[in-house]
């Protein structure tokens, strides 16, 4: 494995440990900001890097979009161009196959799509995804094409695209060969069915990855319909490697995948939401927008430390999403970061002194589940 996974405690079935790569180490559970196409919107890279982030997510689709991957590669790869120096794992455009389903065409070959910019038209092997990844991009970490299947999903269907994410995984896996600075993570898949996630597990290990993710899942299913599929899938992978639960999630689904043996989490909600006023705090989701915040000289949060949450009033930023400014939306992104940073942090530090459960059972008096 070309990335040491050291796990240096466990507390039930979670787990805290450092995934070691040439870039800097990624402490684990491990959140990574969505930096989509090269930038993690409204924060400049050493904004992102004081949260406490040690690995950002790129995305395949958009990115081989804009720029383009082989222009991408003459500037010098990901990292060069975008000025980020840790790791970045990069998604491999199988989420788009779902999400823009009205202008793709997936099929035993290849998935065929139109831009959602222009109109033209392109094709997406798993050959092509790695290369894109691991060539032209530099990714420290890339994912096999996949192919997600949106839920709900009757077990014909889900059983199709966990047969073809299996076989995609074959090429996928040839393709990137043996490298000894960058590692190559499978995803399992089978929506909401054990047996069908079982059979994907087992053929993900026949053929062999450095790091395995759950995929399939925040695509609607809900926060308990999530939880049941956590409750087992996890521990079908290999115990020695991360474990990537993808697209997720709120805060509370964080916690209950972490004590479920999840590693590696990615989302797009914490700098979305600040993009709309909201911010994640303790005691959960807050609307800046609301009129009892006009006059609130209380930090947003003094307990993160960030400058965004710590050095400006709720009132001052009350006014700012009020009047769509843009510096709102930098100071409520850079904290709900931050806030996801402290939370793993959090877990990190519980998990190695043995008081998961108790973490877990304060946060949900504090932060209950939402939908």
């Known amino acids: 494995m070309p990335f040491p996974f050291d796990i240096t405690a466990t507390d039930g079935r979670a787990r805290t440990g450092v995934l070691r790569t040439p870039r800097g180490d990624i402490r684990t559970p491990a959140f990574m900001p969505v930096g989509t196409a090269a930038t993690v919107k409204a924060l400049t890279v050493d904004q992102v890097a004081q949260t406490g982030a040690d690995i950002l997510l790129g995305n395949t689709y958009h990115l081989m979009l804009r720029p383009g991957p082989e222009r991408m590669e003459r500037l010098g790869g990901l990292h060069s161009f975008m000025g980020w120096t840790k790791p970045i794992l990069t998604d491999s455009g199988g989420f788009q196959v779902m999400s823009l389903a009205g202008i793709s065409k997936v099929k035993e070959e290849a998935v065929t799509f139109s831009s959602h910019i222009d109109g033209s038209k392109h094709v997406l092997t798993p050959e092509r995804s790695i290369q894109i990844q691991a060539d032209r991009l530099g990714a420290d970490i890339s994912m096999q094409l996949d192919e997600c299947v949106a839920w709900p999903a009757e077990e014909k269907r889900a059983r199709e695209g966990m047969e073809l994410s299996a076989r995609w995984a074959v090429r996928s896996r040839a393709a990137f060969g043996t490298r000894e600075t960058q590692a190559l993570f499978g995803i399992q898949q089978g929506s909401t069915y054990e047996h069908l996630r079982r059979e994907s597990s087992d053929r993900l290990q026949e053929i062999g990855f450095d790091g395995y993710a759950l995929g399939g899942l925040a695509v609607g299913e809900g926060h ?13 992978l290999p115990v020695d490697r991360p474990r990537y639960l993808m697209g997720v999630g709120k805060p509370i689904d964080l916690v209950e995948a972490v004590w479920r043996g999840v590693d590696m989490f990615d989302c797009v909600l914490p700098t979305r939401a600040g993009r709309h006023g909201q911010a994640w ?7 800046l927008k609301n009129a009892r915040f006009a006059e609130d000289q209380d930090p947003l949060d003094a307990s993160v430390p960030c400058p965004a949450s710590q050095a ?16 709102g939306k930098i100071l409520l992104t850079w904290h709900n970061l931050a806030f996801y940073q402290a939370l793993m942090a959090a877990m990190r530090e ?21 939908g």
Not at 224 to 236: N, Q, S, T
Not at 281 to 287: K, L
């Open 281 to 287: 705090t303790w005691d959960g989701p807050v609307n």
């Open 350 to 370: 519980a998990i190695a002194a043995g008081k998961l459960g108790v973490f877990r059972s304060e946060f949900h008096h504090r932060h209950a589940p939402q």
């Open 312 to 327: 400006y009033s709720k009132a001052y930023l009350h006014h700012l999403v009020r009047a769509d400014e843009i510096l």
């Open 224 to 236: 308990a319909a999530m939880c049941e599929v956590l409750d087992y899938a996890p521990d079908m």
